[in-house]
């Protein structure tokens, strides 16, 4: 996707054919269904063997899995204030890709003593990758569905909601930093009553090169991330702000760290390790070992 992206603008240009730009929409067309058709063939992939695999035995495999991704994805999206099929479509996926590599766990531990003990690192290393690229689809269909941002004036003693959250501009005052000047702007974010975070975003300017930044205020956890930028100042003591609340952003990250604890879990495998054959004795012209 990602080649095909890069060079056909170039071949559309060498053949004539316009300027093209590969964006965002060319990207969320081809990224959704070959995810999706990845993550089914990952949920079957923990009981597929080579060259042996029944087909029939896949399908039993994954009818309970199957059902249950579905019941659960239908009914989680209710707890959210706006029910969204773009949510019901990612938590079926990353409910059945969990379901299935579970399956698989329990029928390898079912009614064994030793239990885990005979599970390799290799194995391990796959439950892993595959969990972390359901929790990587469930940050990026979450954080795509539930996303709020909003472009506003605000200045001190103003207040805006944002998906459930309210920002209060407190102040604005300038600071002195080791190679910049800013404007700093503190902003209490409150939800239901209760603080949440101080804020302090800064609009940077350099005394080298002049340059102006926009340093944004974050607050992140597991379960959203929120977002507070000073845009450009406005007439009187006002200032364009943005205000992003991103739910479940950080699990995408979480989920690529996964997926790499995965692959050295099953690169550090002790069956995949060359033996150490003893060397062979040298032996002088006369017979005599060395």
């Known amino acids: 996707m990602i080649l095909i992206g890069t060079l056909y603008p170039l071949l559309a240009d060498v053949l004539d054919l316009g300027k093209i730009s590969v964006g965002p929409p060319y990207f969320n067309f081809f990224f959704v269904p070959l995810m999706s058709a990845l993550m089914i063939c990952v949920g079957f992939a923990g009981f597929t063997r080579w060259k042996k695999t029944d087909v029939s035995m896949l399908l039993r495999k994954g ?45 390898k531990t079912e009614g064994r003593a030793d239990k885990f003990r005979n599970l390799t690192g290799s194995y391990w290393g796959m439950i892993c990758a595959h969990i972390g690229m359901a ?17 506003v004036r605000m200045e001190p003693g103003d207040r805006v909601e944002v998906s ?22 503190e902003i209490e974010v409150t939800s239901g009553g209760k603080r949440v975070a101080t804020m ?19 607050n992140g956890e597991i379960t959203r991330d929120i977002y507070v930028s000073l845009g450009e100042p406005l007439a009187g003591d006002a200032w364009a702000i943005r205000l ?23 690169a550090f495998d002790k069956r995949y390790r060359r033996r150490k054959t003893a060397s062979s004795p040298v032996v002088d012209n006369e017979g005599l070992s060395v």
């Open 244 to 266: 992003y609340v991103k739910p479940f952003v950080r699990c995408i990250w979480l989920g690529g760290l996964m997926i790499a604890l995965g692959g050295l879990l099953a």
């Open 200 to 218: 302090r975003p800064e609009k940077r300017r350099y005394r080298a090169g002049g340059q102006t930044m926009t340093e944004a205020a974050i």
């Open 135 to 151: 929790v990587c689809a469930l940050g990026v269909g979450l954080s795509t569905a539930y996303d709020s941002q909003r472009d």
């Open 63 to 107: 009818l309970w899995p199957a059902i249950v991704s579905v019941l659960l994805a239908l009914a989680l999206p209710l707890i959210a204030d706006e029910y969204s099929w773009l949510a019901v479509f990612t938590l079926l996926l990353a409910l059945w890709v969990t379901t299935m590599t579970l399956e698989d766990l329990f029928l």
């Open 164 to 185: 459930g959250y309210q920002f209060d501009f407190v102040s604005l005052k300038q600071v002195q930093g080791p190679n910049f000047s800013a404007a700093q702007g």
